[in-house]
């Protein structure tokens, strides 16, 4: 049996797949006019797409919950479209707002800010020099050269597991000096 205008809701109640097929075959258009009306200010289709997913995965997830017919049922997967839409914007607006925020804290530091940054990147390099040499070679070109994993290894004739591992193995060993350490106490 194949999923029709008459028998769509049953079968997607039922999760049957075809059914879901269908539903896309038939609403897309309308969840694309919706979710577009709504996120087209962030001019980023990589959300949109998510976003629409996510609209017929909720449909498929709540299907069992939808009570009517046909004219009911593109009403119900237009109130979900609408809302999931307003969700998706309020949060990448909320991501947006933290990237401008992050930004004028930066660049409005005080002097003193500035000290303590240069002070905390002084007693991080301190720490880094108790590592193995190995390690402390990774950690300088990963994390204040910025290379990546593959040229690290290139550049040391590693594999790019035994870069990863001697990193995690590092960052523990970091970890574990700076945590046991008592406040005011000098890290080095």
Same mark, same amino acid.
């Given at each position: 049996?194949?999923?029709?205008? @008459? !028998? ?44 629409? !997913? ?12 939808? !009570? ?5 049922? @593109? ?53 880094? !020099? ?35 591992? @001697? ?22």
């Amino acid at each position: 049996m194949k999923s029709t205008d @008459r !028998n769509f809701i049953k079968r997607l109640q039922h999760q049957e797949e075809d059914a879901l097929e269908f539903v896309v075959d038939i609403y897309l258009p309308i969840i694309k006019g919706i979710t577009y009306k709504v996120l087209i200010p962030l001019k980023n289709e990589g959300v949109i797409e998510e976003c629409i !997913n996510d609209i017929f995965l909720s449909i498929w997830n709540n299907s069992k919950k939808f !009570n009517g017919d046909s004219t009911d049922f @593109r009403k119900w997967i237009s109130a979900i479209a609408k809302f999931k839409a307003i969700d998706y914007y309020r949060k990448a607006s909320k991501e947006m707002e933290f990237s401008s925020d992050y930004m004028d804290l930066n660049a409005d530091l005080s002097a003193e800010d500035e000290l303590i940054m240069l002070e905390d990147r002084t007693e991080l390099i301190q720490l880094i !020099n108790q590592l193995e040499p190995v390690e402390r070679e990774i950690f300088i070109m990963k994390f204040f050269l910025g290379l990546k994993t593959e040229e690290i290894s290139r550049k040391l004739g590693l594999t790019k597991a035994s870069i990863d591992n @001697r990193v995690y193995r590092g960052k523990k060993k970091l970890t574990k000096k700076v945590t046991t350490l008592e406040l005011g106490e000098s890290r080095v």
